[in-house]
T-cell receptor, first 113, second 114 residues
Framework: DTGVSQDPRHKITKRGQNVTFRCDPISEHNRLYWYRQTLGQGPEFLTYFQNEAQLEKSRLLSDRFSAERPKGSFSTLEIQRTEQGDSAMYLC???????????FGPGTRLLVL | AQTVTQSQPEMSVQEAETVTLSCTYDTSESDYYLFWYKQPPSRQMILVIRQEAYKQQNATENRFSVNFQKAAKSFSLKISDSQLGDAAMYFCAYGDTGRRALTFGSGTRLQVQP
């Protein structure tokens, strides 16, 4: 068990570009979560999946954001037409349905210039 | 909506001493979970300790223990015999069985002085 992994770890992009992040959860975990964390703040929930179904989306997830988990394994988070306000750490977490503890990945730090 | 409040932005403790980090929360749910996560500088968030609301006994994990006061909606973390490696941001988080997402506090930065 290698834990939750995320790729890339860092991303610098220009305003208006699209970016995509990947998350690989712990293998037996069927829930997967995305959070956003800005400097000095706690993570804020974006969306979560149970298997391949996206069950909840936060109001923070504007229509420029889309997340998928096509086969119930890894997930992608895409941000279209990035804005400087999208600069943040994007965290992925996973959990097993019978437990409530979420295990976090190292995050992807996005900087939009 | 659930809220989590950490009123101590920064705390400092001497190595080998004990420190307590405070957390309060607000919920109308009766079945929920509380967590403390540790986030070292530029490193990933790791679970420190977890408490189920239905359990009256306070959770402990080695040098880490909690004081869970359900009626007061308080959930403090005590770190005993503090070590230099304990220096990090500590986040209190709330989760319930109705809404799977965690709600986090704003964090407490803990410094450990040698």
């Amino acid at each position: 068990d290698t834990g939750v992994s995320q790729d890339p770890r860092h991303k610098i992009t220009k305003r208006g570009q699209n970016v995509t992040f990947r998350c690989d959860p712990i293998s037996e975990h069927n829930r997967l979560y995305w959070y956003r964390q800005t400097l000095g703040q706690g993570p804020e929930f974006l969306t979560y999946f149970q298997n391949e179904a996206q069950l909840e989306k936060s109001r923070l997830l504007s229509d420029r954001f889309s997340a998928e988990r096509p086969k119930g394994s890894f997930s992608t988070l895409e941000i279209q037409r990035t804005e400087q306000g999208d600069s943040a750490m994007y965290l992925c977490a996973s959990s097993f349905v019978e437990q409530e503890t979420q295990y976090f990945g190292p995050g992807t730090r996005l900087l939009v210039l | 909506a659930q809220t989590v409040t950490q009123s101590q932005p920064e705390m400092s403790v001497q190595e080998a001493e004990t420190v307590t980090l405070s957390c309060t929360y607000d919920t109308s749910e009766s079945d929920y979970y509380l967590f403390w996560y540790k986030q070292p500088p530029s490193r990933q968030m790791i679970l420190v300790i977890r408490q189920e609301a239905y359990k009256q006994q306070n959770a402990t994990e080695n040098r880490f223990s909690v004081n869970f006061q359900k009626a007061a909606k308080s959930f403090s973390l005590k770190i005993s015999d503090s070590q230099l490696g304990d220096a990090a941001m500590y986040f209190c988080a709330y989760g319930d069985t109705g809404r799977r997402a965690l709600t986090f506090g704003s964090g407490t930065r803990l410094q450990v002085q040698p």
